[in-house]
């Protein structure tokens, strides 16, 4: 039984290893070495009689010391890839595989340059699929130097119902001091309004816009972090003004 996963296995064939020969066993006592088929695990996984149900501790697993970004060169070879990948990560504890959202790239990572392309090289070897390797992509991110005021009107006629929105207030760094690296990376709304000229039922699309347009900044593409904007006043129009405007 694999004691970790809890399913029983049936032992079809035994075998001692000597370099590259096999040599068919019956049995097996304490400390010997020997090799089982068509067995379903991953490295460190333990297999017992179904009486004793031990298992052995955990090996330690250093943190990866390199990355590198790997794709098919062809479309139609992806699942022969991730079917790849997939087995590696299985055999291999210190080989691990990440997906980055951000910059959509396969990352692998492992203990070092070598050991990384060997992976590469039995993908196009076992699996006959070729690969592009790459250095992963930095994600920055981007935000602002100092407080900035804003006054900023929205009107537009289309023949139809115009649009009509009105927004004042400003926008500052919610730490100071960008250059901290544990910088606040969140983004912060504020609603600082005295009176009525923005009616509530608007607010939450300026929120919602707000929120939107951090998701890609305007000097390089990245997110805007550490920025927290503060509404204080604004216009609407009897007819025009609606949450599609603001």
Known sequence: MNTNTGKKVKVSRMVRMHSADMEDINEA????????????????????DTDVKLTMTEMHVPDPVMSLTVKPKRVEDLDGFLKALARFVREDPTFTVNHNQESEEIIISGMGELHLFVYCERIKREYDVDIVIGNPTVNYRESIGQKAEFT??????SGGA???AKVIGYV???????????????????????GQNIPN?????????????????????????????????????VVDSSSMAF
């Not at 006592?29 to 017992?48: H, K, M, Q, Y």
């Not at 900023?152 to 006629?157: D, G």
């Open 172 to 194: 500052e760094p919610i730490n100071e001091d960008i250059t901290d690296p544990d910088a606040n990376m969140s983004n912060v709304f504020k609603t600082a309004l005295v």
């Open 29 to 48: 006592g304490a400390g010997d070495i020997f090799a089982l088929f068509g067995v379903d695990c991953a490295s460190g996984e333990t297999f017992c």
């Open 201 to 237: 039922e608007y607010v939450p699309a300026i929120e919602k816009a707000f929120h939107e347009f951090c998701k890609k900044g305007p000097k390089t593409g990245y997110p805007v972090v550490g920025m927290r904007y503060v509404l204080r006043d604004g216009n609407t129009h």
């Open 152 to 157: 900023y009107l929205h009107k537009k006629q």
């Open 162 to 164: 115009g649009q009509y």
